[in-house]
């Protein structure tokens, strides 16, 4: 079996050489866009990795893009009540995968899992309404909270701190056992406050 940093590290740069492009997504109730870093860390080996990020919010539906710093697509991560497609640039135009979450979709081309399912509500600083969750708070606010296996932090926030979420913290430990995902740490810094 391939080690999950070699398989990681030569997709992303197959997605990163791609020439194809993937179409801009439908209007949105609500919009989020700015950068991302993630950090890896399995076997006292890590590896890190950032970019541009844009979260596309309707209804029920939700469309999670992911690029370069450069602006090149990576992944484009679609979630509706009816399951999950990952879509992605490759050397041979576009490939596409779906299944019923996005998880398992993301853990399968890229090697690790992205919380796509929860983060919708995530960014605006609160856990999904229909998951149970472990909330930290302070005057009537999540500052922290654990849901879904994932442990996520409210570290700034906009207009001196009394606003939307600005920067967020979203991490899941590593699990010891051979062909379980990494630790992840997935840090989140907003542009601006959701638009509508």
Aim: glycine share 10%; aromatic share 4%.
């Amino acid at each position: 079996m391939i080690p999950w940093t070699t398989r990681a590290a030569a997709q992303l740069v197959l997605l990163i050489s791609a020439c194809a492009t993937l179409p801009p997504p439908a209007p949105a109730d609500r919009t989020h866009s700015g950068r991302f870093s993630l950090q890896l860390s399995e076997n006292g080996k890590q590896e890190n990795s950032s970019g541009r990020f844009s979260l596309a919010v309707r209804g029920a539906d939700l469309t999670l893009d992911l690029a370069t710093p450069m602006g090149t697509t990576l992944a484009r991560v679609e979630l509706n009540p009816s399951g999950a497609r990952l879509t992605a640039p490759s050397t041979d135009g576009i490939r596409e995968i779906r299944g019923a979450d996005p998880e398992s979709l993301t853990r399968e081309l890229l090697g690790w899992p992205l919380p796509v399912a929860g983060i919708a509500d995530w960014i605006l600083g609160r856990p999904a309404p229909d998951r149970p969750a472990d909330v930290q708070g302070e005057a009537g606010r999540a500052v922290s909270f654990e849901q879904d296996g994932w442990s996520i932090a409210v570290l700034e926030r906009f207009d001196h701190g009394t606003g939307a979420p600005r920067r967020l913290s979203i991490a899941r430990a590593g699990r010891e056992q051979p062909g379980i995902s990494p630790a992840i740490t997935l840090r989140l810094v907003l542009d601006a406050p959701a638009t509508d």
